[in-house]
Structures are given as structure tokens and as C-alpha cells.
């Protein structure tokens, strides 16, 4: 278990690593020349998106003992799109690219998140996003997964 949790960090890190040169790039620029980027390896402008142990209802974040797999796709919802009641298993990270979303949490209530807001979603409750505004709605998913 501590093996695989393990390999899972590395695995996420490496994900959001590759999953953000171009966007990190534009907002903090590349380094004067290749002699500045060679000297201090590894040191960089960086902002924190997110840091946390909990997911967006305060609930610890765990991980089944499965075989890692991270996947991520942007997800695109239109003025007036419903999504799916569904629930996650494993840790999901959202970053909101653009536009509003609303997340029913059954049971629980809603919550409304906005271009910029990063979170682990709620594992184990039931929800559906839905976009109530007028503009599409674009974010960033990464499922920290299990290879089934």
C-alpha cells in the first residue's frame, strides 16, 4: 500500500507537470537563456493551485489500494447543460478553466465554483455539475484513478 501511494504521488506530480508547460510558461516566462535554466535546475517561478489533505466538503482525501492510472480531460458544459448524478471512488482534481459551475451535492447542498477555483471534488457523495449561465463552462479533470 505504501509502495503504491507512492508511485500515485510521482504519478500525479508528473501528470500536472506535463499537463501545465505551456499555460506556466505564458504566465511566469521561461528563463533568460539556457546558461540561467542549466544553474539552478528545478528553480522557478510557481504558484500554488492547490495544497490540500481534504476534499471540497472537508472529507479526507484516501486512496483505494488499486494499481494507479491518471487520466485528465477538459470538460466543456454549455448554457443550460445538466450533467449526470455520479459519484467518484478515487481522488479527482478540478481546475476551472473558464465560465460558473454549480455542484449539487445530494443530500449535502450546492456549491458554485468560478474560472480559477482548484479543488478535489467530493469522493463518495452523490452529485451532478450543472451550468445555469449564459457563457460554456471549460475545466480541467484529473482522475487520480485505478487501472481496472
Given at each position: 500500500?505504501?509502495?503504491?501511494?507512492?508511485?500515485?504521488?510521482?504519478?500525479?506530480?508528473?501528470?500536472?507537470?506535463?499537463?501545465?508547460?505551456?499555460?506556466?510558461?505564458?504566465?511566469?516566462?521561461?528563463?533568460?537563456?539556457?546558461?540561467?535554466?542549466?544553474?539552478?535546475?528545478?528553480?522557478?517561478?510557481?504558484?500554488?493551485?492547490?495544497?490540500t489533505k481534504v476534499d471540497?466538503?472537508?472529507?479526507?482525501?484516501?486512496?483505494?489500494?488499486?494499481?494507479?492510472?491518471?487520466?485528465?480531460?477538459?470538460?466543456?458544459?454549455?448554457?443550460?447543460?445538466?450533467?449526470?448524478?455520479?459519484?467518484?471512488?478515487?481522488?479527482?482534481?478540478?481546475?476551472?478553466?473558464?465560465?460558473?459551475?454549480?455542484?449539487?451535492?445530494?443530500?449535502?447542498?450546492?456549491?458554485?465554483?468560478?474560472?480559477?477555483?482548484?479543488?478535489?471534488?467530493?469522493?463518495?457523495?452523490?452529485?451532478?455539475?450543472?451550468?445555469?449561465?449564459?457563457?460554456?463552462?471549460?475545466?480541467?479533470a484529473v482522475y487520480i484513478?485505478?487501472?481496472?
Amino acid at each position: 500500500m505504501k509502495r503504491s501511494k507512492s508511485m500515485l504521488r510521482i504519478v500525479i506530480a508528473t501528470t500536472l507537470a506535463l499537463s501545465f508547460p505551456a499555460l506556466h510558461q505564458a504566465a511566469h516566462g521561461a528563463p533568460a537563456n539556457k546558461k540561467d535554466a542549466v544553474a539552478n535546475p528545478g528553480s522557478y517561478p510557481a504558484s500554488n493551485l492547490l495544497d490540500t489533505k481534504v476534499d471540497i466538503l472537508g472529507q479526507p482525501v484516501s486512496y483505494p489500494d488499486c494499481p494507479a492510472r491518471v487520466h485528465s480531460d477538459i470538460i466543456t458544459m454549455q448554457p443550460g447543460q445538466v450533467g449526470g448524478k455520479h459519484t467518484h471512488e478515487t481522488p479527482l482534481y478540478a481546475h476551472i478553466l473558464s465560465g460558473t459551475i454549480s455542484v449539487d451535492y445530494e443530500g449535502i447542498g450546492t456549491k458554485t465554483y468560478k474560472a480559477g477555483d482548484t479543488f478535489i471534488e467530493a469522493m463518495h457523495v452523490v452529485h451532478h455539475g450543472y451550468n445555469e449561465s449564459d457563457a460554456p463552462v471549460s475545466l480541467l479533470a484529473v482522475y487520480i484513478d485505478c487501472d481496472k
